[in-house]
Antibody
Framework: QVQLQESGPGLVQPSQTLSLTCTVS??????????WSWLRQPAGKGLEWIGR???????DYNPSLKSRVTISVDTSKNQFSLKLSSVTAADTAVYYC???????????WGQGTLVTVSS | DIVMTQSPDSLAVSLGERATINCKSS????????????LAWYQQKPGQPPNLLIY???TRESGVPDRFSGSGSGTDFTLTISSLQAEDVAVYYC?????????FGGGTKVEIK
């Protein structure tokens, strides 16, 4: 059973770069043909897809965040990462990593990590 | 972007009664390659990540109780809980996965009346 776990700072200063890592267990991140995604959810609000990286390394980003987002993969550590630059209070949210299958994009989820942007 | 609109925003249903949630997409999410709708439903309980209930608009994910069903095609979809149980109290989201950006509906909160 694939398991995902987000990690990273819970507090980020405005204008800085938010960096999170998703560690995958129960399977190799480089095996199969899957999308590995990042999503976020502000407190009390809905879900927003940030972007994804394919097993091949190709990426797709939400145009609303594209200029500030980078998603990368480290196969040696079985991890993929999110970097979001120039953060503001509006980027405060629970951030989730997730993996898709051939029939749906978000089948396996991490538990989520709260990131607060504040000085 | 495909905009997903859910209704109602919240719903209170008696235990054992039917709950119906609607989802409308701003354009068809029918995937021409296999004639299936790329529409999923998720359930999210407080403090937990979302959990996939339905994919291809009407296929239940493994382990999901059969009181949950999905229907619809093109731009109009419905999630039905045939007999509401206490453990079904949650927020439900529809999501399209036809094109990027992948987008979600605003959510429907289901409570017990």
């Amino acid at each position: 059973q694939v398991q995902l776990q987000e990690s990273g700072p819970g507090l980020v200063q405005p204008s800085q770069t938010l960096s999170l890592t998703c560690t995958v267990s129960g399977g190799s991140i480089s095996s199969g043909s899957y999308y590995w995604s990042w999503l976020r959810q502000p407190a009390g609000k809905g879900l927003e897809w940030i972007g994804r990286i394919y097993t091949s390394g190709s990426t797709d980003y939400n145009p609303s965040l594209k200029s500030r987002v980078t998603i990368s993969v480290d196969t040696s550590k079985n991890q993929f990462s999110l970097k979001l630059s120039s953060v503001t209070a509006a980027d405060t949210a629970v951030y989730y990593c997730a993996r898709g299958t051939d029939y749906a994009d978000f089948v396996y989820w991490g538990q989520g990590t709260l990131v607060t942007v504040s000085s | 972007d495909i905009v997903m609109t859910q209704s109602p925003d919240s719903l209170a249903v008696s235990l054992g009664e039917r709950a119906t949630i609607n989802c409308k997409s701003s354009q068809s999410v029918l995937y021409s390659s296999n004639n299936k709708n790329r529409l999923a439903w998720y359930q999210q309980k407080p403090g937990q990540p979302p959990n996939l209930l339905i994919y291809w608009a009407s296929t239940r994910e493994s382990g999901v109780p059969d009181r949950f069903s999905g229907s619809g095609s093109g731009t109009d979809f419905t999630l039905t809980i045939s007999s509401l149980q206490a453990e079904d109290v949650a927020v439900y989201y529809c999501q399209q996965y036809l094109i990027t950006p992948l987008t979600f509906g605003g959510g429907t909160k289901v409570e017990i009346k």
